[in-house]
């Protein structure tokens, strides 16, 4: 038996941002979005419950392997 390498194709960024998003259901929701501009920059719009949750949404994007600036858009809405 011959051993056999799938290469993954590069991906794009904005291919991995939602599965960004999807991995942080503690402050994430249908309501953030996050975009890739035409200049380049990651811009996060939406609704969140808390500032906490609007700093971890920011900080969930420090891992990509590019070096781009995140727009933090989103505001905090509190759910009383």
């Known amino acids: 038996m011959s051993l ?3 290469v ?3 991906h794009e960024t904005a291919d991995l941002l939602t ?3 999807a991995r ?3 402050w994430w929701s249908r309501q953030v979005m996050a975009m ?4 380049g920059e990651i811009i996060l719009t939406g ?3 808390s500032y906490y ?6 900080e969930a994007f420090r891992d990509l392997p ?6 933090n858009d989103l505001q905090v809405v509190r759910q009383d």
């Open 47 to 49: 609704r969140v419950a």
């Open 4 to 6: 056999r390498y799938i």
């Open 36 to 39: 890739q501009s035409a200049a």
């Open 66 to 71: 590019t070096q781009l600036r995140v727009r």
């Open 19 to 21: 599965p960004i998003l």
């Open 8 to 10: 993954d194709p590069p």
């Open 53 to 58: 949750h609007k700093q971890l949404a920011q």
């Open 24 to 26: 942080h259901r503690d």
